[in-house]
């Protein structure tokens, strides 16, 4: 069984800044992906970003790029999700989540809102 333990949501004005921290624990591969996703309320849960073990290559969604920055510490299988310049559609419940080969695990989610 995979652990996966959030941290760092809140409430945040616009313009300034959060970290997310996601740790997974239990029977881990080492290669895997792990990620950040979204929902806000009445839309579809949405990719925000994710980033690979062997190498540590990402991907981020367009709404996000040059303002979140993911990144991980593969001894640890915990990633963090670096948030400048929020907005308030960035209002979200934010869920870390990891797949490998025969894994596919997620969080609990952890609340962000984004308002002055």
């Known amino acids: 069984q995979v652990q996966l333990v959030e941290s760092g949501g809140g409430l945040v004005q616009p313009g300034g800044s959060l970290r997310l921290s996601c740790a997974a624990s239990g029977l881990i591969l080492s290669f895997n992906t792990m990620g950040w996703y979204r929902q806000a309320p009445g839309k579809q849960r949405e990719l925000v970003a994710t980033?690979?073990?062997?190498?540590?290559?990402?991907n981020y969604a367009d709404s996000v790029k040059g303002r979140f920055t993911l990144s991980r510490e593969n001894a640890k299988n915990t990633v963090y999700l670096q948030m400048n310049s929020l907005k308030p559609e960035d209002t979200a419940v934010y869920y870390c989540?990891?797949?490998?080969?025969?894994?596919?695990?997620w969080g609990q989610g952890t609340q962000v809102t984004v308002s002055s």
């Open positions: 989540r990891i797949t490998f080969k025969g894994g596919d695990y």
């Open positions: 980033i690979i073990s062997d190498g540590g290559r990402t």
